[in-house]
């Protein structure tokens, strides 16, 4: 298998939309989900359909033992992985700070950090040369909420995106004489269903005027510039954090 990518939180949104697009540039798709497994099947049948080759994966990747089951899985079925998109990441209901509670704190770092650095500690065990690798990419998903800070709404959310900045600034420079280039993109207003499960169904449509470029951005967007980054196009960028937000 000469490209195998795993992305989790592969069976909706900029996770399924950039399931296909890898797919349509010659990767092996490894669909991650949480619970919903007919959405991911749906992903899979997609690009199987169109002669890709895919496979649906579960695992919560806030739960070591399953994160670490799941790329033995996809050890077994496509062997090493080449790329690796943290995708997966939740928000929650819209709130001040002065109301957050811990358990929600712990689940937001839980899925949203710690799931990202136990994917990436079983990618790089992989993918670096330290380790009998050939390299590979990691890409993590941030969001713009990170500068921006979310008040009054996901404090938590951004703060947790923040860390997720600093983890790929460091991840980066840790690995990029190992063969492994690790960047993050920024999303901004996207037309996805996080919204809605935020409590905010309409929040698109609200925020589309305080964005420069007055609209919404695309899943299909955001995935072109994560597959950009995990191919040979962008073979010198490493460390980098890509904004696609229209200019917010």
Known sequence: MSQLVLITGGSRGI???????A???GYAVAVNYTANSLAADEVVRQIRQTGGQAMAVQADVAVETQVVA??????????????LVNNAGVVDQTTRVEAITLARLQRMFEINVFGSFLC????????????????GAIVNVSSVASRLGSPGQYVDYAAAKGAIDSFTIGLAKEVAA??????????????????ASGGLPDRVRDMAPLVPMQRAGSAEEVAESIVWLMGASSSYTTGALLDVAGGR
Do not use: Q, Y
């Open 15 to 21: 996770g399924a939309a950039t399931a296909l697009m």
């Open 23 to 25: 797919a349509r540039h």
């Open 70 to 83: 799941m790329f033995e899985k996809i050890d077994a079925k496509f062997g090493r992985l080449t790329a």
């Open 120 to 135: 990436a500690r079983e990618a790089v065990r992989r993918m670096s040369t330290r380790h009998g690798g050939a390299g």
């Open 178 to 195: 190992e063969g492994i280039r690790v960047n993050a993109v920024r999303p901004g207003i996207i037309e996805t269903g996080i919204h």
